[in-house]
């Protein structure tokens, strides 16, 4: 059964990610050492690019021939843009997570009032107590 292929898996030698790129080995190398794409190595020595790190290479070239931005510039944006898509993928998942709390919390608060209504059921049949504020369903903590 073959793995599936997606954006992140190695799969370029550097000889066919040079010939895609329309860059030298030796320029692909010296990105690798600035740190502007970071191939992965198959074994000890060969590097495998994605599919990720050839749109990367795309637009570290788009950025510097037709933007006029230097490496350095080339690097700092893209660190930034890593950033933003970690900052993002973040986001949604404190958002996931929110919107789970509050299902729970209603939930909570469902349960909370069938509970109420069950001990004013249960001091009614007895002639008991009324039933202290904080336990009614229609009293609720006020919002921050």
Do not use: C, F, K
Not at 87 to 109: C, F, K, P, W, Y
């Amino acid at each position: 059964m073959s793995t599936p292929i997606d954006d992140d898996t190695p799969v370029y030698v550097i000889s066919v990610a040079a010939q895609l790129s329309g860059l030298h080995p030796q320029t692909l190398r010296a990105y690798e050492r600035m740190g502007l794409v970071t191939p992965v190595r198959a074994g000890s020595r060969n590097r495998r690019y994605s599919m990720r790190d050839m749109r990367t290479l795309q637009e570290i070239q788009r950025l510097s021939r037709d933007e006029g931005v230097n490496l350095a510039g080339v690097r700092h944006i893209l660190n930034l843009r890593r950033e933003t898509e970690a900052l993002r993928a973040e986001v949604r998942r404190l958002r996931e997570l929110a919107d789970q709390l509050g299902n729970e919390l209603e939930s909570a608060r469902g349960v909370a009032a069938r509970l109420a209504r069950e001990l004013r059921r249960r001091g009614r049949a007895r002639g008991g107590a009324p039933v202290p504020a904080s336990a009614r369903a229609d009293v609720r903590p006020p919002s921050p």
